[in-house]
């Protein structure tokens, strides 16, 4: 059993900066592939951005540059960094976890392929 608890979320203005925490706990996979995804009110959940175990990551263009994702293995603990907020990143963040191969290329963004997923945690940039 695998149990994601996201933290970190809140309401900043424009420009501002919060992080997130994912706490992991359970039958952990060392080779999983973990990311942050975002559904904003009447859209599609999206890709934000993975980070693999050997700690190569991958954005979401329109995160690049802003947003930093990174992992305390040790913890089993995941983070996202976001920095100059906009109100496009308003939405629900939620940590999730998967197979390796959604690391690879593009794949992070098939989301329904992520097995196990946090509650979410609110973001909401004025």
């Known amino acids: 059993h695998v149990q994601l608890v996201e933290s970190g979320g809140g309401s900043v203005q424009a420009g501002g900066s919060l992080r997130l925490t994912c706490e992991g706990s359970g039958s952990f996979h060392s080779t999983w592939c973990m990311g942050w995804f975002r559904q904003a009110p009447g859209k599609e959940r999206e890709g934000v951005a993975v980070?693999?175990?050997?700690?190569?990551?991958k954005y979401a263009d329109s995160v690049k540059g802003r947003f930093t994702i990174s992992q305390d293995n040790a913890k089993n603990t995941l983070y996202l960094q976001m920095n100059s907020l906009k109100p496009e990143d308003t939405g629900m963040y939620y940590c999730?976890?998967?197979?390796?191969?959604?690391?690879?290329?593009?794949?992070?963004?098939?989301?329904?392929?992520?097995?196990?997923w946090g509650q979410g945690t609110q973001v909401t940039v004025s």
């Open positions: 980070i693999d175990s050997d700690g190569l990551a």
């Open positions: 999730a976890a998967g197979s390796s191969v959604y690391c690879i290329g593009d794949s992070f963004k098939m989301w329904k392929k992520f097995g196990y």
